[in-house]
């Protein structure tokens, strides 16, 4: 079965260090997420992004945050400064376009876990 | 906004009883609605969703889940639990946002221990 892959499975890096994490949503797929869940708390959204450009964000989105597709299969998001409250999961999901949007589903990846020291 | 509320972070089952798990949700506009399910060190997996039509939805593993608006409720079934089963159980929900759907926005979600 198509998934959505995601490296690193764990990064551990300092305060104020940038981080990428990468993605590889299902390759027919058009639309592409981040949401992150810090630990005890909800899942949530953070960006999404279609046609090489973010549909919609997040209050959470701020500008240290930004997304890329690099190529034709990878999608990243890039922590320019990571702050200590960045440590999280951070989960990539990808959705494809059906005829109605009843048909979409959004799958998501095993996540990152990312702890800023 | 939509927002979801998830009734019991913890629910214990022996292996054999019936699984309940509570999900309600609040939107002003008609909902998807989805249970995702988080086993241990892996991804999120979709296990159901109600876009349209019929209200009760069966997903994977033998769960299914009732979509009742008068109630705002989408609660999680599975007559019969499995030692297989215990996992995190996240419900979600968003709206239709032009060709595709809106944020999701998720529950605090809830962690099913089965005893056998």
Request: include cysteine.
């Given at each position: 079965?198509?998934?959505?892959?995601?490296?690193?499975?764990?990064?551990?890096?300092?305060?104020?260090?940038?981080?990428?994490?990468?993605?590889?949503?299902?390759?027919?797929?058009?639309?592409?997420?981040?949401?992150?869940?810090?630990?005890?708390?909800?899942?949530?959204?953070?960006?999404?992004?279609?046609?090489?450009?973010?549909?919609?964000?997040?209050?959470?989105?701020?500008?240290?945050?930004?997304?890329?597709?690099?190529?034709?299969?990878?999608?990243?998001?890039?922590?320019?400064?990571?702050?200590?409250?960045?440590s999280a999961m951070y989960f990539c999901?990808?959705?494809?376009?059906?005829?109605t949007v009843s048909g979409n589903t959004?799958?998501?990846?095993?996540?990152?876990?990312?702890?800023?020291? | 906004?939509?927002?979801?509320?998830?009734?019991?972070?913890?629910?214990?089952?022996?292996?054999?009883?019936?699984?309940?798990?509570?999900?309600?949700?609040?939107?002003?506009?008609?909902?998807?609605?989805?249970?995702?399910?988080?086993?241990?060190?892996?991804?999120?997996?979709?296990?159901?969703?109600?876009?349209?039509?019929?209200?009760?939805?069966?997903?994977?593993?033998?769960?299914?889940?009732?979509?009742?608006?008068?109630?705002?409720?989408?609660?999680?079934?599975?007559?019969?639990?499995?030692?297989?089963?215990?996992?995190?159980?996240?419900?979600?929900?968003?709206?239709?946002?032009?060709?595709?759907?809106?944020?999701?926005?998720?529950?605090?979600?809830?962690?099913?221990?089965v005893w056998p």
């Amino acid at each position: 079965e198509p998934e959505v892959t995601q490296t690193p499975s764990h990064q551990v890096t300092q305060m104020g260090q940038e981080v990428i994490l990468r993605c590889v949503p299902i390759s027919n797929h058009l639309y592409f997420y981040w949401y992150r869940q810090i630990l005890g708390q909800k899942v949530e959204f953070l960006v999404s992004f279609y046609n090489n450009e973010i549909s919609e964000k997040s209050e959470i989105f701020d500008d240290q945050f930004s997304v890329e597709r690099p190529d034709g299969s990878n999608f990243t998001l890039k922590i320019r400064s990571t702050k200590l409250e960045d440590s999280a999961m951070y989960f990539c999901a990808s959705s494809e376009i059906s005829g109605t949007v009843s048909g979409n589903t959004i799958y998501f990846g095993e996540g990152s876990w990312l702890t800023v020291v | 906004a939509q927002s979801v509320t998830q009734l019991g972070s913890h629910v214990s089952v022996s292996e054999g009883a019936l699984v309940l798990l509570r999900c309600n949700y609040s939107s002003s506009v008609p909902p998807y609605l989805f249970w995702y399910v988080q086993y241990p060190n892996q991804g999120l997996q979709l296990l159901l969703k109600y876009t349209t039509g019929a209200t009760l939805v069966k997903g994977i593993n033998g769960f299914e889940a009732e979509f009742k608006k008068s109630e705002t409720s989408f609660h999680l079934t599975k007559p019969s639990a499995h030692m297989s089963d215990a996992a995190e159980y996240f419900c979600a929900v968003t709206v239709h946002r032009g060709s595709t759907l809106g944020r999701l926005y998720f529950g605090r979600g809830t962690q099913l221990t089965v005893w056998p």
